[in-house]
């Protein structure tokens, strides 16, 4: 009976002590966002892009707390309506424009509930964003262009705010990201402001 006591004991130990290791996650994931630019001028105006990103990451947890790297892919985009008479006699009432970015979002935070089957993550951090290419579709045709040919700048940095949820293998994410950095190349100063939804899976 002692013999069998004592092997409970040391299964105990050694299975609380397998619990305390740190945890690493694989994350694939995608979603939709809103980005708006906040442009600090005499009178305030502001323009908002609407579009999708996919991506994946790593995270390591360890007790309560747990740090987070992802890669992420995202196009924005938004569609101008022109109000302008020769403009419209023209054919030319409205145009598209899209832009390509990669961003890498650095996470750390806290992990307030943390069960078998569900989890909840607080987190700041910081976050780079590289401005890749740009689309303008105008009259059928496209034409393609570099961020700084039209005066955006090709890095930013960002200070992020966000939570996630585990469910089983799910994963739900909802950030938000403040631009550090001036998002345009001009003397105006431009604030970049985003929410992001994304929906993943763990592995």
């Not at 990103?53 to 196009?75: H, L, M, P, T």
């Amino acid at each position: 009976m002692k013999k069998i006591i004592l092997i409970l004991v040391l299964m105990s130990g050694i299975i609380s002590s397998y619990a305390q290791q740190p945890k690493l996650y694989l994350k694939a994931f995608g979603g939709i966002h809103i980005h708006n630019f906040v442009y600090r001028e005499e009178v305030k105006s502001s323009d908002s892009f609407v579009g999708w990103q996919a991506g994946f990451g790593f995270r390591i947890s360890y007790r309560k707390i747990f740090g987070e790297v992802d890669f992420n892919f995202i196009r924005s985009g938004v569609t101008v309506f022109l109000e302008d008479t020769i403009d419209q006699e023209l054919g030319l009432d409205q145009f598209n424009f899209k832009l390509n970015a990669f961003e890498t979002p650095l996470k750390i935070g806290y992990i307030p509930v943390k069960t078998p089957y569900f989890k909840w993550y607080l987190y700041s951090g910081t976050a780079l964003r590289f401005n890749t290419k740009g689309k303008l579709e105008l009259l059928g045709e496209e034409f393609k262009f570099k961020p700084k040919e039209v005066g955006l700048k090709v890095t930013n940095i960002d200070w992020i705010l966000g939570t996630q949820m585990d469910v089983g293998w799910l994963n739900i994410d909802i950030m938000y990201s403040l631009g550090v950095t001036n998002s345009t190349k001009s003397n105006i100063r431009t604030n970049s402001h985003e929410v992001q939804l994304n929906l993943g899976f763990l592995f």
